[in-house]
């Protein structure tokens, strides 16, 4: 060991030996990975190691499919065996619900060109005749299923990384860190102090151990997972090839060919943490005792599924634990908040997601930039609150058992719930609000007034919400529709070099005093960070607003580029809350509030104001994502009640209503408006986006300048564009695939119901010829494929007449 590296990896699981190679493949070589004993000595040595490609996340799925395609590559590259068999994979459909949600995943899986494909049930019983056919209705074929050799895998990365110059030390665990001034870390082992630029916890099991050493703790758990490995099958003995791999949906167990026998593994209902903080400093190879009993009715529904079971000794049972975040995907790149230090840990699919995690990890690291929209595994996609015990261990035991139940757009799961509530949550409630959950904050989604017992249904298909979000459409472009934007994101940007500081940092100008401005935030790569709305308040005070889920993610990047700037920022997002009044009696509605005058002449569109309203002093910017006049209102938040309160009883009576999220969703949409997460990613440029409209390109240097305008030069590959679907009963999602005839041009980022237009909108990125084309379209709607049309405009107020009015 030496006693300076540039990079220090702790931890030798599938995990830190991945981005061991990927450092070194990048040209990275004064690099070490410590290991507190032998490679594998996590979770990984007894992993059933199997790998797959689909995942709910089709940025993850697309990485997965990257991890599968690399073991050859390693196993060339190092000599090391992997043990790699890819016989493809059946999941199971034992229900008509769970046979169309298969159909509406495959033609997701088409967008992203991985080859799954439906199967027949003729079809999966007689390429695994150990599957009991009773009930089963097909299934979804993933040609990239398959599993490694974990130790073989793990090696296989540590031989290559070694191979090019990197060192692996084991035996010697790492004790504490410390943060040094120059931002390197100084860390103690077993066999002494060592410093390096960049630390690296890859820690699996002790993950959260290694987050403390450093002062954070992050939002991970172990938690136990059982397989049992059966004696040998005759008729597998028999066969030639290698059975195909089968995951049960409905029955909570996946298997596959474990030499000429089976493992069975189970993702129980009732499942059990384990060690919540982390395995102990001296936790072994050694299994945990196996909990039968617990998993009792998953085994049962899985010994009638593969019969074969019930008359074949178990000849090994392997209960074992691994890490699970909130949403079960893990914790990648730098923690927010420290400098150098790194995290490459939570990864509950190791030989999905390995490989994956050591290339992102790697590009982050030498280009200051991951490469590709990774926000679904990023660490700063959490907050602070969901690393409470009681948080982290209701969330992870939900993902758990809900492993293979099926997930509906419209669905809203209890667990970790409610945390985060507005002053107005109570009287929202009582106004009939239905929540949903937005980065630990209640969000109404619709309003159901009158309607107490009302519970929607989770569908594919247009839920029995519909008719209410009917109803919040037509009251705001008919009179006024109140929206909670607490699930909005503020922040202050204030101190003499604010300006100065902000005009860099994003690509519009900056607005003059009293007015905002939509002001897309750039990467030095030229894609998105961020559709802010920058206002300024006063010629040194700004206020920035964007996405509160972002937070973590948006502060990270602004302190990241703060350098010596004499700025402060300050975050507001939980202590300024507000509405968003919109509708052509929005301005009535205020003005009975309000002594000030608030005419377009005094407060025209893109104005702000500090104004009272009712009781409150509010912060009041002329804008709405509506598309009709509108105001988004923001009083401090102990105000946000007295707000509430004064808007209902003075809106009421001229016919506002208060709204929810999804009528926002089919607003938005008859507009064409784009939102973060799913228009807008850190995988578009702003040319595809459309928001190339406000960079002021000539205003000089901002991040990103250079290559925005580079990629100004040529036409982008694919642009934003809107469609109409001639849907039945179910509108687009997302990432379904868009067609003109058997050419597949494009995918879906979002869609709603255009509840005033009465049309099924989409928006959809699409190549580039066909954008402007008056080809006819096809859209894939929960599985089938619909007529679609391109809209040259959007189809309300296409001048914007309204939002100006
Ligand atoms: C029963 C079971 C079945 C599974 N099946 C599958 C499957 O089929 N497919 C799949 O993809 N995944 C599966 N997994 C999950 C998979 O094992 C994990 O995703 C993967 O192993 C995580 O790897 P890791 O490198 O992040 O962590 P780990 O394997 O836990 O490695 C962390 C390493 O860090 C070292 N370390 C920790 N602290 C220190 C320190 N202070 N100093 C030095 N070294 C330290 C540890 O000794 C350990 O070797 C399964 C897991 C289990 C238990």
Redesign the pocket.
């Known amino acids: 060991m030496k006693s300076h590296y540039r990079v220090v990896i702790?931890?030798?699981?599938?995990?830190?030996c991945s981005v061991l190679y990927h450092l070194t493949r990048r040209g990275w070589t004064d690099i070490a990975l410590?290991?507190?004993?032998e490679?594998?000595?996590?979770?990984?040595w007894?992993?059933?190691?199997?790998?797959h490609v689909l995942n709910e996340d089709p940025n993850v799925a697309a990485l997965q499919s990257y991890t599968i395609k690399l073991y050859q590559q390693i196993e060339q590259e190092s000599g090391q065996n992997v043990g790699m068999h890819m016989p493809g994979g059946y999941s199971l459909a034992t229900t008509p619900a769970r046979w169309e949600w298969l159909k509406a995943e495959a033609a997701i899986y088409e967008t992203l060109g991985i080859g799954a494909r439906l199967a027949t049930a003729e079809e999966i019983v007689a390429a695994c005749p150990i599957v009991e056919p009773t009930g089963l209705l097909g299934g979804l074929f993933d040609p990239h299923e398959g599993?490694v050799d974990?130790h073989g895998a793990t090696h296989a990365f540590a031989g290559a990384a070694r191979k090019r110059g990197a060192e692996v030390i084991l035996r010697?665990?790492?004790l504490a860190l410390t943060a040094l001034p120059n931002g390197h870390w100084r860390l103690d082992t077993e066999h002494g102090a060592v410093t390096a630029e960049h630390v690296i916890n890859?820690?699996?099991?002790?993950a959260r151990?290694?987050g403390h050493m450093a002062g954070v703790d992050l939002p991970l758990t172990p938690m136990q997972?059982?397989?049992l490995i059966t004696e040998d099958l005759p008729e597998l003995v028999a066969r030639k090839d290698e059975m195909p791999c089968v995951t049960d949906l409905e029955g909570f167990t996946y298997l596959q060919q474990e030499r000429k026998g089976i493992l069975l593994?189970i993702y129980e209902r009732n499942p059990k943490h384990w060690k919540t903080e982390g395995a102990e400093w001296d936790y072994g190879m050694e299994l945990i005792p196996e909990e039968i009993e617990r998993i009792g009715a998953e085994l049962s529904i899985g010994f009638a599924r593969f019969p074969r079971l019930q008359d074949i000794g178990i000849r090994k049972w392997?209960?074992?634990?691994?890490t699970f975040t909130p949403d079960g995907n893990p914790l990648v790149g730098p923690v927010p908040g420290l400098r150098n230090y790194w995290t490459a840990?939570g990864?509950?699919?190791?030989?999905?997601q390995?490989g994956a995690i050591g290339l992102v990890l790697a590009n982050w690291m030498v280009d200051g930039d991951p490469g590709a929209d990774i926000f679904g595994m990023d660490v700063a996609r959490y907050g602070s609150f969901a690393s409470n015990n009681k948080y982290l261990r209701d969330m992870t035991a939900q993902f758990y058992a809900r492993r293979f139940v099926m997930a509906y757009p419209n669905e809203e799961l209890p667990a970790g719930r409610p945390l985060k509530m507005t002053p107005s949550y109570d009287a929202q409630q009582a106004a009939g609000a239905h929540f949903g959950v937005v980065w630990g904050m209640e969000s109404p989604q619709f309003f159901a007034p009158g309607q107490p017992d009302f519970v929607e249904q989770p569908s594919l298909r247009r839920s029995n919400a519909h008719a209410i979000v009917a109803a919040e459409v037509a009251a705001t472009r008919s009179a006024a529709g109140l929206l909670d934007t607490s699930v909005y994101a503020r922040y202050e940007i204030s101190g003499p070099g604010a300006a100065a500081w902000l005009d860099q940092l994003l690509a519009n100008t900056l607005p003059p005093v009293g007015r905002l401005r939509l002001a897309p935030m750039l990467a030095p790569s030229g894609k998105l960070m961020g559709d802010l709305t920058v206002t300024r308040l006063a010629p040194d005070r700004f206020w920035l607003v964007g996405s509160y889920y972002l937070q973590e993610w948006h502060l990270r990047w602004f302190r990241d580029h703060l350098g010596s700037a004499n700025v402060s920022i300050e975050n507001l997002s939980e202590s300024w809350l507000g509405f968003s009044l919109s509708g052509p009696r929005s301005r009535d509605i205020l003005a009975s509030l309000t002594h000030v005058d608030v005419s377009d002449a005094a407060l025209p569109f893109l104005g702000c104001q500090h104004i009272d309203i009712g009781l409150t002093q509010a912060v009041v910017a002329r804008l709405s994502l509506t598309g009709e006049l509108g105001y988004e209102i923001t009083v401090p938040a102990s105000q946000q009640r007295s707000l509430w309160g004064a808007l209902l009883e003075h809106g009421t009576p001229l016919g506002m209503k208060p709204i929810g999220m999804r009528a926002q969703d089919s607003l938005r949409l008859e507009k064409g408006y784009g939102v973060w997460s799913l228009e807008f990613t850190q995988s578009y440029t702003p040319a595809m986006t459309g928001l190339d409209k406000f960079i002021a390109f000539d205003k000089g240097e901002f991040i990103g300048r250079e290559a925005a305008l580079e990629a100004r030069a040529v036409a982008p590959d694919q642009r934003l564009v809107l469609l109409a679907v001639e849907a039945l009963d179910a509108d687009v999602t997302g990432f379904e695939p868009v067609w003109a005839g058997t050419r597949k041009i494009g995918f879906v980022t979002s869609g709603a119901y255009g509840h005033h237009v009465q049309q099924s909108l989409a928006l959809a990125y699409v190549d580039h010829d066909i954008a402007t084309a008056p080809v006819p379209l096809e859209v894939h709607v929960v599985g089938e494929r619909r007529p679609a049309r391109l809209l040259a405009e959007p189809p309300y107020d296409p001048k914007g007449r309204k939002l100006r009015s």
């Open positions: 702790i931890g030798g699981g599938i995990v830190g410590i290991e507190r004993a490679l594998t000595a996590g979770s990984t007894h992993a059933a190691a199997g790998f599993a974990p010697n665990r790492v890859a820690a699996g099991l002790w151990r290694v997972h059982h397989y593994g392997v209960n074992g634990a691994f840990c990864c509950m699919s190791g030989f999905s390995g």
